[in-house]
């Protein structure tokens, strides 16, 4: 009797070892390399690599673009998230598992497809050139490849609100004679604000370290369109280890306070 309970004793010992003993290859160890790189010349150099004009104008531009990326698809994303949830259509499970191809596809591939659509060789990027309009390589490209990517966030996060709000107070509404935008506007809208707050969080975290979309669609323009993570990269390929662990690190802080907060208000709102 007491052979199998200790051996059930050992499996969940070893069990738990092994989650620990990865948890700690695979997250804390490359976090303390990277802080001691960021560090390892002083803080006041550590400082000094954070007040680098580039490296501040690439920090702003990067919390400007995933500013507006979150809040582009808390329109599109939410509203995309109503239909789904709220409509039968025909053709609206294809459309719902496309929804999460930005996830299942290389950020790098979505940066190259947007290129070949909206840059210099696409349709589109042909007829807004003809008209001085210029996408790529400027804010715009760099917003859309942020949406693209950041997109299934909003919809899944405010989905799952939807699929569980009842609809009596939409159906009220109706009965009482509110128009269809009233209804989503003044009853629908207030009814998901949680899951809006979680894809806002879960979209701007994601879009603070977006790189592989970046990179194709930015030309990685210094103060114009480099962000933190083309910062790092570029950064880390001129030998300059440092200024690209102070940057790092600091997007790392970020994120993790981000997510943190995330878990606070789902704790609070018993989600």
């Known amino acids: 009797m007491n052979r199998p309970r200790n051996m059930d004793s050992l499996v969940r010992g070893a069990t738990f070892a092994a989650a620990l003993g990865f948890f ?109 309009i210029q996408v790529m390589f400027s804010f715009p490209g760099l917003l859309l490849g942020h949406v693209f990517v950041t997109f299934p966030f909003m919809v899944r996060a405010v989905g799952a609100v939807l699929e569980s709000v009842p609809r009596s107070g939409e159906d009220a509404a109706r009965t009482l004679g509110a128009k269809e935008w009233q209804v989503f506007a003044f009853v629908t809208i207030p009814a998901v604000k949680e899951g809006i707050i979680a894809g806002a969080f879960l979209t701007f975290s994601r879009s603070l370290g977006e790189f592989g979309a970046s990179i194709m669609v930015s030309g990685n323009l210094v103060g114009r369109t480099q962000t933190g993570p083309l910062y790092i990269f570029s950064r880390f390929n001129t030998g300059d280890v440092e200024g690209a662990a102070a940057i790092a690190i600091l997007l790392a802080l970020a994120s993790f306070l981000i997510l943190l907060l995330l878990q606070f208000f789902q704790s609070t709102t018993g989600k």
């Open 24 to 132: 700690f290859l695979l997250i804390l160890l490359p976090l303390v390399s990277l802080n001691q790189y960021a560090v390892r010349e002083g803080i006041g150099v550590f400082w000094d690599r954070l007040k680098n004009p580039d490296a501040v104008g690439a920090l702003r531009l990067t919390a400007l673009v995933a500013l507006a990326a979150t809040a582009v698809n808390a329109v599109i994303g939410t509203t995309m998230a109503f239909l789904l949830t709220r409509y039968r259509f025909p053709g609206r499970k294809v459309i719902n598992a496309l929804v999460d191809i930005p996830l299942a596809i290389p950020t790098v591939v979505t940066g190259f497809a947007l290129l070949l659509m909206y840059g210099p060789l696409g349709p589109v990027g042909r007829f807004l050139g003809e008209r001085n």
